[in-house]
């Protein structure tokens, strides 16, 4: 029987979701089973996703504007990480500080490392990606590569080429069976970000600015945009995401390292791709998705088998469904 393309598209959307209700069904049998530790894996699962969602948005935001992958935004996460790591042991607070004392540094932490990394990532594109605006599309890809060697190699320079330690501020106190309070503060500051990058692309007027480069530069331009201050605009976002990504990374893991952003870096564009590269909220469903997938892995089947499922997950997606879960919906593109 011969079916057309749409009828073929209806079948495989049909079968992935009969196969993702399978999937719950069984997730359903083994939260039954043991339920407190259903409970703990999706925390720290959300929390992953979340981490994720702030370095894959940067990935997507950058791709509907210039249709770039910049695979340095990884390592400028990397970097939040990193200094804030410096500033926490600089300023001598530990694990046993004032809960004040701890709270007015992760605030300082936040904010400078915010403003640290946007300032990076739009360096980045001034210096590396601008002078190659209208090269062909390989040149700046492989600028990117080449960035994201020099970042972590000054990293390295740096910090040193060993793990680094992060005082433990959060604690592994629990607030409700086995919920940790540094998973509830990753969710809940991701949370507002998250929701106030939506607002900013879609309510305000730069937003539209970005929205309608990411449409067609050359109309953008015609119509009066600054194209140029645009796209700085919108690496100077994704570098504030990522700064605050790397802070509650190091947070949370109490450790950092100089080649930290390779592994998350590919996780968080495996997230955007796998929600719909150049679609905002395809990048954090696609991240959410990504963290709940392997903190299940990570409990049911085994830690070593964690990037085996996400990628064939990936995988499979691409070939059944090359534009992601939500496709390139246009009106939700950076």
């Known amino acids: ?177 086995n919920v940790r309070l540094k998973d509830m503060f990753v969710i809940l500051l991701t949370v507002p970000l998250l929701y106030g990058l939506n607002w900013f692309v879609s309510s305000t007027k730069q937003g539209k600015a970005m929205r309608a480069t990411a449409q067609d530069q050359g109309a953008a331009a015609i119509m009066g945009i600054d194209v140029n201050r645009t796209i700085s605009l919108t690496f100077l976002l994704g570098g504030l995401l990522a700064g605050a990504g790397g802070v509650m990374y190091a947070l949370v893991n109490t450790t950092t390292v100089w080649n930290s952003g390779f592994k998350n870096g590919l996780f968080a564009f495996t997230a955007a791709v796998l929600g719909g590269i150049g679609n905002l909220t395809g990048a954090v469903v696609g991240a959410i998705m990504l963290g709940l997938i392997a903190s299940y892995s990570s409990l049911y089947i085994g830690d070593r088998w964690v990037d085996v499922v996400i990628f064939s997950i990936l995988v499979i997606v691409l070939v059944f469904r090359p534009t992601g879960l939500l496709g390139e919906n246009s009106v939700a593109r950076a």
């Open 1 to 177: 029987m011969n079916l057309s393309a749409a009828q073929k598209q209806i079948y495989i959307d049909r079968s992935g979701q009969a196969t993702a209700g399978i999937l719950l069904m069984w997730l359903l049998l083994m939260a039954a089973k043991n339920p407190a530790a259903f409970a703990a894996q999706t925390t720290i699962g959300l929390t992953y996703g979340a981490t994720i969602a702030l370095i894959a948005l940067g990935y997507t935001m950058v791709y509907g504007i210039i249709e770039l992958i910049n695979f340095a935004h990884a390592d400028v996460f990397m970097f939040g990480s990193m200094i804030s790591m410096q500033i926490i042991v600089t300023t001598g607070i530990t694990a046993d500080s004032g809960v004040l004392a701890k709270a007015a540094i992760i605030v300082v932490a936040l904010v400078v490392c915010m403003v640290s990394c946007a300032t990076i990532n739009v360096v980045i594109e001034k210096i590396a990606y601008k002078p190659l605006r209208n090269a062909p599309p390989l040149a700046p890809l492989i600028t990117a590569i080449g960035m994201s060697f020099i970042l972590a190699n000054l990293a390295q320079k740096i910090w040193g080429p060993s793990q680094v330690s992060v005082p433990d501020l959060l604690g592994n106190a629990t607030l409700f069976g």
